[in-house]
Nanobody
């Protein structure tokens, strides 16, 4: 059974950067598409970005394009989300998830989820 653990969240000032990590165990990530999602208080979970099993194809939600970069290191069995130019609206719990299938930012298509890591953007 694949297990995912996120790390790297924290408090950052507007305009700052964070790098989130998603570490996998129980299986190898080279067969999984990885998605990053976030959920702010009182809001629905939304897709942030996803990367295919090989790491060769990615997709981003429009509001994250140019600011966030997703990557994957199958040798380290990990995925990452580099977040730059952070805004207060980026404050949320960030989750990584995995599925065996093509790229999608639809949360209900993912089978395995981490517990989330809190990102707070505030001065």
């Amino acid at each position: 059974q694949l297990q995912l653990v996120e790390s790297g969240g924290g408090l950052v000032q507007p305009g700052g950067s964070l790098r989130l990590s998603c570490s996998a165990s129980g299986s190898t990530l080279d067969i999984y598409t990885i998605g990053w999602f976030r959920q702010a208080p009182g809001k629905e979970r939304e897709g942030v970005s996803c990367i295919d099993s090989s790491g060769g194809s990615t997709d981003y939600a429009d509001s994250m394009k140019g600011r966030f970069t997703i990557s994957k290191d199958n040798d380290k069995n990990s995925a990452y989300l580099q977040m730059n130019s952070l805004k207060p609206d980026d404050t949320a719990i960030y989750y990584c998830a995995a599925r065996e299938g093509s790229l999608t930012n639809a949360a209900d298509r993912y089978d395995f989820w981490g517990q989330g890591t809190q990102v707070t953007v505030s001065s």
